[in-house]
């Protein structure tokens, strides 16, 4: 999922792979391919752990940064992952790049891609 937008890469790092935009961290995968950790928007990351502690977490080293962790091998919702990697894309890719993902036919959120807790 991660190497399907503009620019995206692949890059090793710390001994697990990390996904970039020009060289921009977006998406880490972590405990042997188990979890992935992706930048968040304000708020996302605690309404998140709080819906969903199975699924979610605070990950070490960038958590205080708002960052959020998703368990792969829980019980996960794989449209609401992907809507959070595109998530983590746009807000770290440049504005340009993520433009591009509106011209391919993705539109651009109007609102946070997560609603109200009660709505995860």
Known sequence: MCLDFPEAGEVEAWGDP??????KIFAME???G????LKAEPGVQQALVDSDPACYFVPPYVGHKGWVGARLDADLDWEELADLIEQSYRLIAPK???AKLNSAGVSAPEKP???PIDEL
């Open 96 to 98: 340009r790049l993520a």
């Open 18 to 23: 990390t996904y970039r935009v020009r060289n």
């Open 34 to 37: 188990t979890e992935v950790w």
């Open 30 to 32: 972590k405990g042997a």
């Open 113 to 115: 891609l997560l609603g």
